[in-house]
Each structure stands twice: as C-alpha cells, then as structure tokens.
C-alpha cells in the first residue's frame, strides 16, 4: 500500500556545542526510536516526489552558488535487507545563474547501489533515518547528549564494518530529537580533493505512512554546500516488488587504464596523452606541468613520465586550469611532493583549504605525506620566464563554464594549452565556449599555430589556430 504525503517544512541551521557522554544504554535509544518512527517491521521502502541537484565539482564558481538540476518523476527504492537502492527520474536543468553558470545538460537521473559497492558509494542507505537505526542496531552504537541551538538532542554514533582505505573506522553519528525521530545523520568518506568528505542530511516534516514516520524533505550537504534536496509525495512501506525495483542495468567493465603516452613538441616540451592531455614544459633549471589531470593514478602518470623525459631536473609548479573535480583531483600528488600549485586567483582559496582538510580516511600519496599545499594565484595574468624560454598564463574572462579558468601560451614555440573547449561530437552542436575563448584570444592579441587540448578531439588529431577559428563560426 502507498500513501502520499503533502507536506511544506522549512530549514534548520544547525551548530555542533560539544557535551559529554552519557552512560545510557544505546540500545534502548534505538529500539524506542525504532518504535516510534514505525520502523520495527521495516525491510524496504519506496518513495517518489521530487528532487533537486547540485552541480557539485562543476559548477562555475566551485563552492557556493551551485548550478542545479531539477529531477522530476523522481523515485527511490530501498532494500535494506540486501543492501540495494536504485534512483531514477528526469533531469531537467534548472534556469541558470550567472554565479551557477550554465546549466548541466538534460539527462535521465539515474543512481545504483548494491551491497558490494563501497562504503563511499553506498552510505546513501544508512543515512536515511531508517538506515541508520537499522545500522545503528547492529553495530555496536554509542550515545551521548547535546544541544543544538538549545533544543535536547540524544546523539547516536556507530561505524558499519566497512574500513577506510587508510583503515580507519568510518563514523555514522544520528541526531533523535524528543519526539525521537531522527532529525538528522552526518558522516564521512574519502574524497580526492576534500580528504574527509562531511556528508550531512537533515529531514524536516515527518509524517504517517502506513504506519512509519516519514520526512517530506531531506537536504544533503557535501563540504557544507546543499547538493541534494527532496521532496516526497508518496511513500509504499515494503513493496512486494523491490527486487524489480532496486535492479539497475548491467554495468559493463571498466575499461583498462590508458596508457600514458608522450609527444615531442618542440625542444623541452612534450605532450603527456592518456584519458586527459597534460603538458610538460623545460626551463633551464625545473620542470612546469601543465593540468594533473582527474585522479591520482593519473597525476602520478604524469609525475613519473615527466621525470623520465627530464630526470635531471625538479618540477616545479604544477599548473591547473580550473578547479572542476575531473581536472582538480590529479593534485594531490604534486601537493605531497611539495610542488607549487598555480591556479587562478578566483579559485586560489578553494584549491589551499579543500586540499588542507584532514585526510585520515584515504590512504594516498598526500594523506601520508602530511604536506599543506602551496598555492599561487593568477589575477589577469602571469608569465614564467628564464633565459630559455617563456610561459604565458592568462586567465579567461567571461566564460559561464567556470569563473576561474587560465589557459597557457608558449608564445616562442606558437603553442597555445587550453582545457574543456571541445570539439563537439558529430550532431552536437558548438559550445558558446568557444566563441568567449576566441574573444579573449582576440582581446589579448594571442597569436598561436598549434593548440593543444586537455580533452583531444575524436579521433585525436594535430588542431590549430585555424581549426579554433573555423569551429568558433558555429558557436552560439
């Protein structure tokens, strides 16, 4: 049986005052708040309504002022018997801010969990109210009190089997408010960028359901910044038919790494392929790399193909071209080994504070290395110069793409790096990026012969000055 619910509930601040432990036995706590929330006879659940996305990682400014997605027709199954959720819906991009930027493409929401996927993937289950009793239940909780913003609080902690890459304990910690619903869970995963990811979500407007209280609304935040909110309409308390509902498509297998391949340009500089395109730079003394690229794995690529083109010489700086998570995350390796980092001034703070957090969760290069980044931050423009040679570092004005975007000139060698001004797939059309990068081009009088891409076309062939120009004629 279903039931809907038609709700309207506002917004909660919330603050953290410390309190000391209590000796109450937490598994009274969650058994009455299992009673009270209806959730004694719980083991699946299926809620539709609406939900609204945050473009998280890519937005155009990279914290706060999210570009958002609209789902429709959203719906969410839980099994939490076996560990399986599955989400879909109809994205709709939402109208766009000049602060959002522009918005993300329409395209079907989709999200699958399944029992073995991991914990940074599949704590969306154990966050639910229900989840985290269930979780809390079964793992050996903990409780204590607090106060938040002077109302009473009972706070339950666990942590599910699962370890951290570094080994360590993740922690699951819900807030049960007097009427012991839980109001609100947090927790942490391990994150490339932010080391010890805060994933905190509050429920507000809880109702009946057949039987088992039920928030109309949840907010998610990641990093503090509201990144996923929902609002349900109706609620099916044990569908007979949840296996069918949490069955999501076959997935097929990851692809095999790309190999990490180099290019000579001219004397001194090289094109580093793989999935994404960096560049290594020679002057008379260091190394620059130009974008790290979207992961560890391939930040240390290209650290390791760059010291054996240049084994003799340090590399020096480590230019990014714009905060995005799948051009940022490449970092922290160069951070680890002490390399400065040089991005845009508009996303300066961004890149020392994120890659600043505590990281006991990860068990990367950076993590074990305890090294806080060192960041520079270009203003308009900034250019790198010995008695061989120069680079040019200019940042890119206007673009709805991000705020915070530098693209580089060799200007001896006629060489211009750019990042995520594609060439368009056959039948897409031409991004209005394109044509905001032709006119800072024209604005700052930059003369180039070849143009190098961090996202190559397909198939990946030579572009130049002139294949920009001719692909900007059709940019709207």
């Not at 058994?31 to 155009?60: E, H, P, V, W, Y």
Request: a neutral charge; glycine letters at 6%; proline letters at 8%.
């Amino acid at each position: 049986m279903s039931t809907r619910l038609a709700l309207t509930v506002g917004l909660i601040v919330w603050a953290l005052p410390a309190a000391p432990a209590l000796s109450q036995d937490a598994r009274i706590v969650v058994a009455d708040a299992t009673k009270a929330m209806g959730a004694g006879n719980l083991t699946s659940i299926l809620l539709t309504g609406a939900a609204l996305q945050g473009n998280f990682g890519q937005s155009r400014t990279i914290t706060f002022g999210l570009a958002t997605t609209a789902i429709k027709n959203y719906q969410v199954a839980i099994d939490f018997a076996t560990t399986a959720l599955r989400a879909t819906g109809d994205g709709e991009p939402s109208a766009p801010g000049r602060r959002g930027g522009a918005a993300p493409p329409a395209a079907p929401y989709e999200q699958t969990i399944i029992a073995s996927s991991p914990w940074r993937e599949q704590f969306p289950i154990w966050v639910t109210p229900w989840g985290f009793l269930r979780g809390a239940a079964a793992n050996m909780a903990t409780v204590r009190k607090t106060k938040v913003d002077g109302i009473p609080y009972t706070v339950v902690t666990w942590s599910p089997p699962h370890k951290a890459p570094s080994g360590k304990s993740y922690r699951v910690v819900g807030y049960i408010n007097s009427e012991q619903m839980v109001d609100r869970v947090e927790t942490w995963v391990d994150h490339p960028i932010f080391g010890d990811l805060h994933v905190d979500t509050i429920y507000t407007g809880f109702q009946e359901a057949n039987g088992l209280k039920v928030p109309a609304r949840s907010s998610q935040k990641l990093a503090g910044m509201e990144t996923f909110v929902t609002s349900i309409r109706q609620v099916s308390v044990n569908p007979p038919d949840i296996t069918a509902l949490v069955a999501g498509p076959a997935l097929p297998p990851a692809p095999p790494a790309p190999s990490t391949v180099s290019e000579k340009l001219a004397d001194g500089i090289y094109r580093i392929t793989a999935d994404y395109v960096s560049m290594a730079v020679e002057f008379r003394d260091h190394v620059v790399v130009l974008e790290a690229g979207p992961s560890e794995a391939r930040g240390l690529a290209v650290i390791g193909e760059t010291r054996r083109l240049f084994p003799t010489k340090p590399i020096k700086y480590v230019v990014s071209t714009h905060p995005h998570f799948d051009h940022s995350a490449g970092l922290a390796p160069f951070i680890a080994q002490g390399i400065t980092v040089i991005t845009d001034d508009n996303c300066k703070f961004f890149v020392e504070a994120a890659f600043s957090e505590p990281r006991t969760l990860a068990s990367d290069l950076l993590s074990k290395s305890g090294k806080k980044p060192k960041v520079e931050g270009v203003i308009d423009t900034l250019v790198l110069k010995d008695e061989t040679r120069a680079l040019e570092l200019y940042h890119v004005d206007g673009l709805d793409h991000t705020d915070a975007m530098l693209m580089a000139l060799l200007p001896k060698e006629r060489i211009l790096f750019t990042a995520d001004f594609n060439v368009p797939r056959p039948g897409q059309p031409v991004s209005p990026s394109i044509a905001t990068l032709v006119a800072n081009l024209d604005r700052l009088k930059l003369d180039f012969d070849r143009h190098v891409m961090v996202h190559p076309p397909n198939p990946d062939r030579p572009m130049t000055r002139a294949d920009l120009y001719e692909l900007a004629k059709g940019a709207r």
